[in-house]
């Protein structure tokens, strides 16, 4: 995966993390997009920005951050 689709992946985080808890709490928002993401995300897709979390962390919002930390952890566990 070349680094345009990295950044591609890091807007899309961005934006799930933004829209769809709207409304929520923060813990509750996280979840939605856990799911989100671990429904609709190809595993090569998680595997990738999971992968390269420590690089780009500034660029992810704080929502985003925390899902994709459960994510991570979910796929060292599988």
């Not at 993401?37 to 979390?53: G, S």
């Amino acid at each position: 995966m070349s680094e345009n689709e990295l950044s591609h992946l890091i807007k899309m985080a961005n934006q799930i993390a933004s829209n769809i808890g709207i409304g929520s709490t923060e813990e509750d928002c996280v979840k939605k997009v856990v799911t989100h993401i671990t429904a609709f995300w190809a595993l090569p897709m998680r595997q990738k920005i999971c992968a390269n979390m420590e690089e780009f962390a500034e660029d992810l919002n704080p929502i985003a951050t925390k899902a994709l930390l459960e994510i991570q952890t979910n796929l060292k566990a599988a």
